[in-house]
């Protein structure tokens, strides 16, 4: 895998669905993602939150990816508590034969899994940073370097 992006769902109403502006969130990110997708395999995961899986599907639809996978474990809030370890073993074995793997997530995952991902993959220091919704952290994996996306 070059490229590493992951994302913090967009905006949402009280029903946990995206609303207009996370849409257009999510098609904005989309924008600055696809000129490194050109000609690359890619694979996008999606937490299964509603609000998640109608920022992938928005992502998957702009990009025109066929589909994309959905993981319980991606899923962060009160209800659902944070596995830091299982999410890298995750993304670490999603991203075998993919050259770009895109990870739609929650405020806790977007926040510290590219420290946690630079630290334990790549072997350098990415700085935590909490992302708004409709973010993404961007990392490219040959350079080691991080991006903050929208």
């Known amino acids: 895998m070059d490229l590493l992006v992951i994302v913090r769902h967009g905006n949402y109403g009280a029903d946990d669905r995206l609303n207009?502006?996370?849409?257009?969130?999510?098609?904005h990110l989309a924008e600055?993602?696809?000129?490194?997708?050109?000609?690359?395999?890619v694979r996008?995961?999606?937490?299964?939150?509603?609000?998640?899986v109608d920022s992938a599907e928005v992502l998957a639809q702009a990009?025109?990816?066929?589909?994309?996978e959905r993981h319980d474990l991606?899923?962060?809030d009160n209800r659902h508590r944070e596995d830091y370890a299982a999410a890298l073993?995750?993304?670490?074995?999603?991203?075998?034969?993919v050259d770009v793997l895109l990870v739609v997530t929650h405020l806790e995952y977007a926040g510290y899994l590219p420290t946690l991902f630079g630290k334990e993959?790549?072997?350098?220091?990415?700085t935590e940073r909490e992302l708004r919704r409709g973010q993404g952290r961007s990392i490219r994996c040959v350079?080691?370097?991080?991006?903050?996306l929208g």
Request: hydrophobic share 45%.
């Open 20 to 27: 207009d502006l996370g849409r257009d969130q999510m098609r």
């Open 74 to 76: 991606l899923w962060s």
């Open 121 to 126: 993959v790549l072997q350098t220091c990415i």
């Open 143 to 148: 350079e080691k370097t991080a991006t903050v």
């Open 89 to 97: 073993a995750l993304i670490r074995e999603k991203s075998e034969g």
């Open 44 to 52: 996008l995961l999606s937490s299964t939150a509603l609000r998640a």
């Open 63 to 68: 990009l025109a990816l066929a589909s994309f």
């Open 32 to 41: 600055l993602v696809r000129p490194d997708l050109a000609g690359r395999a």
